[in-house]
């Protein structure tokens, strides 16, 4: 049973337009989140995180939105660039807070 | 201050043999964890080590798999008798408090490919 769900495996966006992912969770209990973003061959790079008492967090072109009621985070990218093609993964701590859950991710294409 | 490492990068074995993945932890780091990426797939939690400590093998298949974090030296996980479902990306990271509230820094990977 997948825990964190990235529905959409892959997302084209035009250069300077917004980039959108959505990641969706199944667990209440989860109460920090984070964005990773990997490029081929590479490991996964930490972008954004943010905790469950906040339902924004920004950091420069990223931002990151928190719905609890839904069980849903989106990540904002804007305006996107090509070097942000990539694979991003949201994640999220396990119940037993050792570890985090992986969603499967979304590969994401800039076209310029 | 390097970043966690890992090797080799690229490793072939043929079924039935062993593989040896390493895996060294960003200076000051002493926690340790194992993913797996099957193709197509994200990134599956294995095993979370503490030096000579495992934490938490739960993720980490029941047979043939194990791993180990010396006093000194690398982490390494270790696959014996490789099948063809072995074929996959491994990797590790590592933080310098324990828990899941501290960002993860990732090495860049082994590829195992199992013949």
């Known amino acids: 049973d997948q825990q964190v769900k990235q529905n959409s495996p892959s997302l084209s966006v035009q250069e300077g337009r917004i980039s959108i992912l959505n990641c969706d969770y199944t667990?209440?209990?989860?109460?920090?989140f984070l964005w990773y973003k990997k490029y081929p061959a590479e490991g996964p790079t930490f972008l954004i995180s943010?905790?469950?008492?906040?339902d924004k967090n920004e950091d420069g072109r990223f931002t990151v939105f928190l719905n609890k009621s839904a069980k849903h985070l989106s990540l904002h990218i804007v305006p996107s660039q090509p070097g942000d093609s990539a694979v991003y993964f949201c994640?999220?701590?396990?119940?037993?807070?050792?570890?985090?859950?992986f969603g499967p991710g979304t590969r994401l294409s800039v076209l310029p | 201050n390097a970043g966690v490492m890992q090797n080799p990068r690229h490793l072939v074995r043929r079924r039935g043999q062993e593989a040896r993945l390493r895996c060294s932890p960003m200076?000051?780091?002493?926690?340790v964890y194992w993913y797996r990426q099957l193709p197509e797939e994200g990134l599956k939690f294995m095993v979370y080590?503490?030096?000579?400590?495992?934490?938490?093998e739960s993720g980490m298949p029941k047979e043939r798999f194990s791993a180990e974090f010396p006093k000194e030296g690398p982490s390494i996980l270790r696959i014996q008798q490789v099948v063809r479902g072995d074929s996959a990306a491994y990797f590790c990271?590592?933080?310098?408090?324990?828990?899941?509230?501290?960002?993860?820094?990732f090495g860049p990977g082994t590829r195992l490919t199992v013949l």
């Open positions: 990271a590592s933080t310098p408090l324990p828990g899941a509230y501290n960002e993860q820094f």
């Open positions: 667990n209440s209990m989860f109460d920090y």
């Open positions: 943010i905790s469950s008492i906040k």
């Open positions: 994640a999220a701590p396990w119940e037993n807070g050792q570890n985090f859950v």
């Open positions: 200076k000051g780091h002493s926690h």
């Open positions: 080590l503490q030096k000579e400590n495992i934490i938490d």
